[in-house]
Structures are given as structure tokens and as C-alpha cells.
């Protein structure tokens, strides 16, 4: 018995309904239990017959305040005091209890519920399953494209709100991921590409239950890459994990080995390495390598150091200390905490990194890494693979050379060597930590290369306050990731910058367009391959034809422009 009233009392408290309902039947006992006593005391206090209708209108215009005294006057003093604890209540469940329960029920049936379908039938667009700062980072990459983006959304409030905030930039409609008619409501058998941002079980169910529905290229972005043989077994076209890529791009934003990602799943990777067995001069690289201290252009001016006169590549933007310059001035001096973007010919580059750039190994020092899950690991992994010794600092015991303790444990980053360490790689999953870590790095190290990685956009202003060099932002390295993979068809794109812009590659199908016109849209042309030969930073009078290749950068919008005229 005690268990069934438990029960009810739950249902009681929880459900809105029941307490709308209760408060209705409590309502109508009040009335009826007012009407009995009125109809039976008026009578001896007033020394009036009165009948049933008429004690109820009393009784309902008394509750309600709308009055009665026409009706029924009395002078009995216990009347009035019987009339004044009617009105009393009535105001009390009227102006009190009603806004109480029925306000919040009334604004949840007022309130529209997400669209279920599109209003028009959707064809080659893109559709992401999920929420999350992942997603719009995806939207902000995909932004290049002029293909429609659809959001399927499982949760009802996350799908209003998420229909409230993209409205004009993408559909979003709202329903379960396990019903089919879902996904037809998603217009799944016209898509080109389905992006999946749930946890892995979520995302495998997914897979498995659109196979059969669609054509489109499946891509699963997980937290874990170990993952990978069974979502590519569920149907997944690609496995891609945002802590790994995040790991070696910390790791290539140190090495002066500009190695890259050459993963043949993401276009445009194989572009950011001259490491390349064979490339042919001609073809095109952008890297990115910072300055070390050993390093022949250490103190030198970009002007001084001439590297489009000497090699004919281009300085088209630079770090320095935490900052993106986009145009470098010839008056920028180099020093540690400079980071180069170098543009041109593979051999080219390679002769300016060796000429310019490289030390010597053994010159290049250790790297501390703070954290070794996921982020931390790949990270390591790609230093040791570029010849950097690490020592790890995590409170969990691995099979590498560890210190274990906390990252944010000066003791312990002393026990690490911060002091003699060249870079630091903070990859802890949790920002606040981050930062802190960065703090304490920077201060027992004022000379050291600090990257970090954040998880929340309002942390990377953050953790450059707080000294690093360069940071991560890992939702937006996955969705810039996904982006090359569905972007692929309109461009290729080579990076996206802190400033909003992006180098993208793009194929010439005009019969004869001039370096000109295309730089009329804002875009800034880098250089034109052509099959038989490459330009670097080409004349406003260079014709790019149909066929050529075109690096250009720019904002989104410029970008948008620059496709069509090509």
C-alpha cells in the first residue's frame, strides 16, 4: 500500500498534466461543498428559502469576484463572513494556483513544435545527425558550398532551438533516429552526405538502419578512433576522430619536420607536406613550420630573409606569439615564438627549410605532453615519429616515459623537465586545466613552444592569455576535417585560418579567366599548376585555363565569388 502511494505521489509531482487535472477536481469539490452549505445555512440566517440554481450562481459569482448582491441580499453578519471566505478562495485558486499549474502547460501547448519535414523536397544535400559545437563548426566549413544542409535532431527542444538559430542557414526538422519515416522526412535517398555527430552506439544503430535507405557517402565522427572496424563494418564510409586529428596538428604546429597528414580519406593533407617521395616540381604545397632558436634565420627580418627572391616561395601568413598575422610585413622580426606558413614548389621548399630552417636533431630538445588520452597520444606519437623525444605527464600509469602526477602539479612538471623542454603539448580533457597548466608552463619556461588544446570556443582567447603559441580547437579541427571530405567536388580545401579565411584549391572550367578577375572577388591568388608547369604569386595579366589548378584565400563569401568565375 505505502509502494502504490509512493507511486502516485510521484506521478503527482512529475507529471503537469495530473496536477492540471487534480486542481480541476479540487476546484469542483470547493463549489460543490460551498453550494451544499450555502444552499442549508441561507435559509436559517437570512430566513429565505432559496433553491439549488440559485445557492450555485451564488456560489459561482462569489468565487469568481464577479458579484451578487442584486441577486441575493443578505444582512446576517455570519452570511457576509460565509461570502467573504468564498471570495477569499476564489482569488486564491483564481489569481494564485491557475497561473501556477495552468500557465506552464498552456505555453507548452501554445508553443510550435519543430518542423517534422522540409517544405520542399531537398536533392544532393548534406545531412547531419546531432547537436553540438561540433555541428557548427561543420555549418561555418560547409558554408562554401552552395548545396542545401539539413539537421536531424532526436531531442524536441534541441531541434527548436536548433531551428531557431540556423533558420535561413539550414533545415532542421526533429524526430527518432530508430523510426524510417524519419529519414524519409530527411529526403535521405537524395542526399549525397550524411555526417553523424551521436555517441558511438548511437551512431553504429544509425548506420545501420540508413544502409539500405541511401546512396550517400557516411561519415561517423567519434570521440575514440578504436572504433573504426566496427562503424566502417556498419556501413560507415569514414571513421574520423577529432581528438586524433587535433593530436597531430598540435604535433605539427612544433616538428620542424613538416611532415603533415597524408591520409588519402581527407583531400588536401597530402598538399601540407614536402615530404612526398617523387612529387613533381611543379605541384604546389602550403606547410606550416616554426622557427627554432638554432636556425639561421633566428633574429633575421622577413625582408632580410627574402625567400620569394632566393627560393620563389611566399610568406602569405605567420604566428607570432599567439598572434595570426595574415600579412606579414617585411619588418617582422623572426624569433621563437614565430611560426611560418611557406607557399611553392616542392623543391623549392624543401631547399628553404633546409638552407633557412633546419637544425640539426639533436639541438631540438624534448617535449613535454600534458595529458595522454586520445589528443596527448597522437600528439606524442607524431613528435617521436619526427625524431622529438617526449615525456609524458598524466595521473594514469602508461608503457612510455611517463612522470605521473598532475599536469597542473608544478612538482611534477619540474619532475618532467618543463625547464629544458622545447615544446609543450597540453592536451588534458578539461579546459580549466588547460589553462592553468599553460600558466604554470609558461612561467617555469618563458622560452618555451606551448600548444594547447580546447575544447569550448570561449576557452582558446583563454589559453593564449595565458602564454601558448598556437590552440586547438577541437571541435572546429573535426568539422574542418569533415569538410574537406564533402567539399571535395566544389574544392579542395588546404587550411582554414584563425581569422575566418581559407587557401582552398580550386579547378579552372572556364575556357580562359584572367589572375585578375578572379582577385576582383577579394580573394588573394597564391599560385596556378598547370600540367606542365607551376606559377607562384602569377601577374594580374596570367591567365589561368580550363584544367589549371588555382590556390586562392579568402573570407567565405569572397570565396563563394571566386567558384563561379571559375
Not at 43 to 65: A, C, G, H, R
Request: with cysteine.
Amino acid at each position: 500500500m505505502t509502494d502504490k502511494r509512493n507511486i502516485l505521489w510521484r506521478v503527482v509531482r512529475t507529471s503537469s498534466r495530473m496536477r492540471v487535472l487534480l486542481y480541476f477536481i479540487a476546484f469542483l469539490c470547493i463549489i460543490a461543498i460551498y453550494t451544499t452549505v450555502f444552499h442549508a445555512v441561507y435559509p436559517l440566517l437570512e430566513n429565505k428559502p432559496i433553491d439549488w440554481p440559485q445557492s450555485f450562481l451564488f456560489v459561482m459569482e462569489t468565487i469568481t469576484t464577479t458579484g451578487y448582491g442584486w441577486l441575493l441580499p443578505f444582512n446576517n453578519q455570519l452570511t457576509i463572513l460565509l461570502a467573504a471566505v468564498m471570495m477569499l478562495t476564489g482569488v486564491i485558486m483564481i489569481f494564485m494556483v491557475i497561473p501556477l499549474l495552468l500557465t506552464p502547460y498552456l505555453v507548452a501547448m501554445l508553443r510550435s513544435a519543430p518542423a517534422k519535414r522540409t517544405l520542399k523536397t531537398l536533392y544532393h544535400h548534406t545531412v547531419i545527425v546531432g547537436d553540438g559545437e561540433l555541428t557548427r563548426a561543420l555549418l561555418e566549413s560547409l558554408a562554401l558550398s552552395d548545396r542545401e544542409v539539413l539537421i536531424v535532431e532526436e531531442d524536441e527542444e534541441t531541434a527548436r532551438k536548433l531551428a531557431k538559430k540556423h533558420r535561413g542557414g539550414a533545415f532542421v526538422i526533429w524526430g527518432k533516429y530508430d523510426d524510417e519515416q524519419t529519414w524519409e522526412q530527411a529526403w535521405i535517398k537524395n542526399a549525397d552526405t550524411v555526417i553523424i555527430c551521436e555517441d558511438e552506439r548511437t551512431t553504429a544503430s544509425i548506420i545501420l538502419g540508413l544502409r539500405g535507405l541511401t546512396q550517400a557517402k557516411i561519415i561517423a565522427i567519434v570521440d575514440k578512433l578504436s572504433f573504426d572496424r566496427y562503424l566502417r563494418y556498419a556501413g560507415a564510409d569514414y571513421v574520423l576522430s577529432p581528438k586524433h586529428v587535433t593530436g597531430r596538428i598540435l604535433a605539427r604546429h612544433a616538428v620542424l619536420n613538416p611532415a603533415g597528414d597524408t591520409d588519402p580519406s581527407i583531400p588536401g593533407l597530402d598538399r601540407l607536406t614536402i615530404n612526398a617521395e617523387g612529387a613533381p616540381e611543379k605541384i604546389l604545397r602550403l606547410i606550416h613550420i616554426p622557427v627554432m632558436p638554432e636556425s639561421k634565420a633566428t633574429g633575421k627580418k622577413l625582408g632580410e630573409l627574402d625567400l620569394f627572391g632566393k627560393y620563389g616561395i611566399l610568406v602569405p601568413f605567420l604566428w607570432k606569439a599567439g598572434r595570426f598575422v595574415s600579412r606579414p610585413d617585411p619588418g617582422e622580426t623572426m624569433d621563437t615564438t614565430t611560426s611560418l606558413f611557406l607557399f611553392g614548389r616542392v623543391e623549392s621548399l624543401r631547399m628553404a627549410v633546409h638552407e633557412e630552417l633546419e637544425v640539426n636533431t639533436e639541438q631540438i630538445g624534448h617535449a613535454v605532453i600534458a595529458g595522454y588520452g586520445d589528443v596527448g597520444s597522437a600528439a606524442c606519437a607524431e613528435m617521436i615519429a619526427s625524431g622529438v623525444a617526449c615525456v609524458v605527464v598524466d595521473a594514469k600509469k602508461y608503457d612510455v616515459n611517463e612522470v605521473i602526477g598532475n599536469a597542473e602539479d608544478e612538482e611534477v612538471l619540474r619532475g618532467a623537465r618543463i625547464g629544458e623542454a622545447r615544446f609543450c603539448i597540453v592536451a588534458v580533457n578539461d579546459d580549466a586545466v588547460n589553462i592553468f597548466t599553460t600558466l604554470m608552463a609558461r612561467n617555469l619556461n618563458p622560452g618555451i613552444r606551448i600548444l594547447a588544446r580546447a575544447n569550448e570556443p570561449g576557452s582558446v582567447d583563454k589559453l593564449y592569455r595565458a602564454g601558448a603559441d598556437y590552440v586547438a580547437l577541437l571541435p572546429r579541427i573535426g568539422g574542418q576535417a569533415v569538410g574537406r571530405i564533402v567539399l571535395a567536388d566544389t574544392v579542395t580545401v588546404l587550411v582554414d585560418l584563425p581569422d575566418g579565411e581559407m587557401v582552398v584549391l580550386r579547378r579552372v572550367h572556364k575556357n580562359a579567366v584572367t589572375v585578375g578577375k578572379l582577385a576582383a572577388s577579394g580573394v588573394r591568388i597564391l599560385g596556378i599548376e598547370r600540367t606542365d608547369a607551376a606559377v607562384v604569386a602569377p601577374r594580374a595579366d596570367e591567365i589561368a585555363h580550363a584544367g589549371d589548378t588555382v590556390v586562392a584565400v579568402g573570407s567565405t563569401d569572397q570565396l563563394k565569388q571566386f567558384i563561379r568565375q571559375c
